[in-house]
């Protein structure tokens, strides 16, 4: 031990300090709060349309793979809540084409999560009555 205190590896360079908040230290570095449990969403093996948007019976989704994956739909509504899933199985490169019915749902804003392998990637879909 060196005698220096540290916070998540990172070193206290003054500490104590009085704000109209509490005490505060001073680091010598970034921490940066662990996930909130939002998930990111990248896309390197994905190109997406969807269409109509916004929709009243159904989506197409239209996706183009730069390598063979499996494929899986989820919607959701703005809480967070799963409302369907669809696993459309192994797909090989290239273009393809889904229709995904939304003709069960209420309007409103809905967010469409296409997963592969090893990517995903989030859409906002607009559902109309």
Known sequence: MDGNVYINDAMVTVKDLEADNGVVHVIDAVILPQSTGIREFTSSTLNVNIYPNPAREYVNVSYELTN??????????????????????????????????????????????????????????????
């Open 68 to 129: 063979d994956s499996n494929i899986r739909l989820e919607m959701y509504d703005m809480m967070g809540q799963q409302l369907k899933v669809r696993d459309l199985g192994y797909a090989y490169e290239g273009s393809h084409t889904v229709e995904f019915p939304v003709n069960d749902m209420e309007s409103g804003i809905y967010l469409l999560i296409i997963y592969t392998g090893n990517s995903q990637i989030a859409n906002k879909v607009r559902v109309v009555k």
